[in-house]
């Protein structure tokens, strides 16, 4: 019998558009710690595409190696054993069940991507997404189920490495992202079904609490035993419990925020006329990166908002915009009362040169490592004591969540969590100069130019 949390599971996940009646979901991603039924879950998945789908349906399950594939198998296949109208309908072989009266198959697949050009899925099961070497096999399955009306493609999984052996975000952890970016409506991907389940307050949350087991654990209670909790938090490293019991992604390093003390600062409600004057501050890149500009409020709790942002997302041949970037400098200094737009000039001189030749309020500011330590701890403060407000860009509030913090003897500052990473922090950074530039302006007073017409 299911529960009430899967049923409603289920339902999210068999979901049916208005306008035609076919399913709306063709990949996903379902997140939960170990211990909460996963295994069986695919399982009744993998069996209704089986029994449910198309005549001549092909149903797999797929993991990083065939052992951890034969899981979901074989406990679909126990299903049918210990069922009389299954056994009926449904004929077990050692690694295939099949539906002689519909011609439907099932069977287990392994990481070997290579082997399985040519399928033709209707239903696929990826097991612990997190365990998967590269994108490779999820690619050829979900390119393979494109023929079919109403195919599944869907990673039931638990929390693990953020990166992979190249350095680059891991299959999971991408997918994650994707899945965060389609809830908050960043992205329009009405087609990938995202369901995680993780504490309130993610890596900040204290793992030996019961009140976070309950958080991110659906089946806390019913299918996993509060005791076995407190018996293995008793003997299991940290990082390990976390990832694995409470479904968080961890790091060997340290964020730059506490999780959460960012999005305590949104105000969606503020919004800024031209009587307030503003600062905007400019981070330009070429290709591999992002550009971004953030303006903030000169008060004494400034207000940051995102007035554009140009990302490149992992595409070869992309190159920023300049002139759209140039004309969008522009326009922000019409709708607002700019006061400056202040920037590094790395690669951008002649942009800057341009700018500035039409009047507007162009300031050179290179982040150098002397600027870049203070404000961020400047930035940091603001943000932990609520000394600012923001317009709760998710963007920006990616950017943020992508910082981490290198300390040595020259400082503490924010950094990318490796050099190779596409994790981009652009926007975080305008933020944290926005903010140091509003903040100087206001420990200076109004000034002659803060009433200058930039149009």
């Not at 590269?134 to 690619?139: C, I, K, M, P, T």
Request: aromatic letters at 8%; hydrophobic letters at 40%.
């Amino acid at each position: 019998m299911l529960l009430d949390w899967q049923k409603q599971l289920l339902d999210a996940l068999y979901a049916r558009r208005a306008r035609d009646g076919k399913r709306r979901f063709r990949t996903g991603l379902i997140g939960m710690p170990r211990k909460n039924g996963k295994s069986a879950l695919g399982a009744g998945i993998a069996l209704h595409g089986l029994l449910m789908g198309p005549a001549g349906a092909e149903v797999y399950s797929c993991a990083g190696d065939r052992e951890q594939a034969r899981i979901v198998f074989g406990m679909a296949k126990r299903m049918v054993e210990l069922d009389e109208t299954l056994s009926d309908n449904v004929t077990c072989y050692r690694d295939v069940l099949e539906v002689p009266s519909t011609g439907s198959i099932y069977r287990v697949l392994s990481s070997e991507a290579f082997t399985k050009e040519g399928l033709s899925p209707t239903t696929v099961i990826f097991d612990e997404v997190h365990v998967q070497p590269n994108a490779e096999l999820w690619d050829v399955m979900t390119l393979g189920s494109g023929a079919r009306e109403e195919p599944l493609v869907l990673g039931i999984t638990t929390a693990g490495s953020r990166t992979d052996s190249l350095g680059a975000d891991s299959l999971c952890y991408s997918m994650y992202q994707h899945g965060r970016r389609v809830v908050q409506k960043e992205i329009a991907d009405p087609t990938f079904f995202f369901c995680w389940w993780e504490p309130q307050l993610g890596i900040e949350s204290d793992h030996r609490d019961p009140k976070v087991w309950a958080e991110a654990n659906p089946g806390l209670g019913t299918i996993v035993d509060l005791a076995d909790f407190k018996s293995t938090v008793m003997r299991t490293s940290e990082s390990e419990f976390r990832t694995k019991r409470t479904n968080v992604w961890t790091t060997g390093q340290e964020s730059a925020l506490p999780y959460g003390a960012w999005d305590a600062c949104v105000d969606t409600e503020r919004t800024v006329g031209k009587e307030t004057p503003v600062v905007v501050f400019f981070d330009g890149s070429w290709a591999g990166d992002s550009t971004g500009l953030v303006a903030a409020t000169i008060e004494e709790q400034p207000h940051l908002f995102v007035v554009g942002c140009w990302e490149n997302m992992d595409d070869a041949e992309w190159r920023v915009p300049i002139l759209e970037v140039e004309d969008r400098i522009r326009q922000v200094c019409k709708d607002w009362q700019v006061v400056e737009v202040a920037c590094d000039p790395y690669r951008w001189q002649r942009s800057m040169q341009v700018l500035e030749a039409e009047r507007l309020p162009i300031v050179e500011f290179p982040m150098t490592l002397p600027r870049v330590v203070p404000g961020y701890q400047k930035w940091s403060e603001a943000v932990l004591e609520k000394r600012l407000t923001h317009d709760g860009n998710p963007v920006l509030a990616r950017h943020v969540e992508n910082m981490v913090l290198k300390k040595d003897a020259r400082g503490i500052r924010p950094v990318k969590e490796s050099k190779s990473s596409r994790r981009h922090i652009d926007l975080a950074i305008c933020a944290i100069f926005a903010h140091d530039r509003a903040v100087s302006r206001v420990q200076q007073g109004p000034t002659r130019e803060w009433f200058g017409a930039w149009a």
